[in-house]
T-cell receptor
Framework: AQRVTQPEKLLSVFKGAPVELKCNYSYSGSPELFWYVQYSRQRLQLLLRHISRESIKGFTADLNKGETSFHLKKPFAQEEDSAMYYC?????????FGKGTRLSVIA | DVKVTQSSRYLVKRTGEKVFLECVQDMDHENMFWYRQDPGLGLRLIYFSYDVKMKEKGDIPEGYSVSREKKERFSLILESASTNQTSMYLCASPSSSGEQYFGPGTRLTVT
């Protein structure tokens, strides 16, 4: 199965500080990766996918094949970014989500 | 434009009861998944289905079974609920591009 690892369970940053949520993958072939976000009392939803190479809500993620990573970054954290974030491979095969990182942005 | 719905948002059941969790998707997707979500453990795959009447075990199938009689509906069954099955249960259905669409979740409490 395609597997990803998120080494941090909890990440706390101050408002305005840069954010980096780590994700490493461990499967061969051409990787496709996604970041999902779950805000309080909302359903899990797609934040961004690496193939689109777009910025969503100020977040970007670059696939680094050399480091087998797909870290999620934002230059200036905002309080509304506080949520649970999951890294995952594509869902049309048996997939294993990362364990998730809870981001807490402190005012 | 709700795409994946789950039958209940909150459910309280007693130990030993048989529990049915239903999920419906309106996107005509082939694949459907059931996960449970627990703090510190992330999402763990219970069962998935590639097509009607097809099912495959995920990482933690023990104590669960599933049913997929129609393409749009995927049911998770707890044959005899136990307290360690208290959790948030999420249904999901991926598109052909791999994006997962999730239901709102069912928070099950087994007492």
């Amino acid at each position: 199965a395609q597997r990803v690892t998120q080494p941090e369970k909890l990440l706390s940053v101050f408002k305005g500080a840069p954010v980096e949520l780590k994700c490493n993958y461990s499967y061969s072939g051409s990787p496709e990766l996604f970041w999902y976000v779950q805000y309080s009392r909302q359903r899990l939803q797609l934040l961004l996918r690496h193939i689109s190479r777009e910025s969503i809500k100020g977040f970007t993620a670059d696939l680094n094949k050399g480091e087998t990573s797909f870290h999620l970054k934002k230059p200036f954290a905002q309080e509304e970014d506080s949520a649970m974030y999951y890294c995952a491979p594509p869902g049309n095969t048996p997939l294993v989500f990362g364990k998730g990182t809870r981001l807490s942005v402190i005012a | 434009d709700v795409k994946v719905t789950q039958s209940s948002r909150y459910l309280v059941k007693r130990t030993g009861e048989k529990v049915f969790l239903e999920c419906v998707q309106d996107m005509d997707h082939e694949n459907m998944f059931w996960y449970r979500q627990d703090p510190g453990l992330g999402l763990r795959l219970i069962y998935f289905s590639y097509d009607v009447k097809m099912k495959e075990k995920g990482d933690i199938p023990e104590g669960y079974s599933v049913s997929r009689e129609k393409k749009e509906r995927f049911s998770l069954i707890l044959e005899s609920a136990s307290t360690n099955q208290t959790s948030m249960y999420l249904c999901a259905s991926p598109s052909s591009s791999g994006e997962q669409y999730f239901g709102p979740g069912t928070r099950l409490t087994v007492t």
